[in-house]
């Protein structure tokens, strides 16, 4: 069974930065997708960047150039840094795992219980 814990959330100011770990438990890390996501109130959960096992990484065009993931295979751990933030960023932010079964021939996908970031303008 997977676990994932997020940490790093905070409030801070327009501009400011943050970076977000969260950390996987079990021996799937290295060959799953990891992304983060985000869900302000009243909308939906959407895909803020995402990174392969092969380190292939795609973002949001809403964070493209300020918001930069990365992970650690070695530390199960997959990272976040989300500069010059804006009010617009406030969120809870998710850590998504998402592996392929060769046994089961599907995917499946783990989640973490969120962090909030606030930004104030």
């Known amino acids: 069974q997977v676990q994932l814990v997020e940490s790093g959330g905070g409030l801070v100011q327009a501009g400011e930065s943050l970076r977000l770990s969260c950390v996987a438990s079990?021996?799937?890390?290295?060959?799953?997708?990891m992304g983060w996501y985000r869900q302000a109130p009243g909308k939906r959960r959407e895909l803020v960047a995402a990174i392969t096992s092969l380190g292939i990484t795609n973002y949001a065009d809403s964070v493209k150039g300020r918001f930069t993931i990365s992970r650690d295979d070695a530390k199960n751990t997959v990272y976040v840094q989300l500069n010059n933030l804006k009010p617009e960023d406030t969120a809870v932010y998710y850590c998504?795992?998402?592996?392929?079964?060769?046994?089961?021939?599907?995917?499946?996908?783990?989640w973490g219980q969120g962090t909030q970031v606030t930004v104030s303008s």
């Open positions: 079990g021996s799937a890390f290295s060959s799953a997708r």
């Open positions: 998504n795992l998402n592996i392929w079964s060769r046994t089961n021939l599907r995917t499946y996908d783990y």
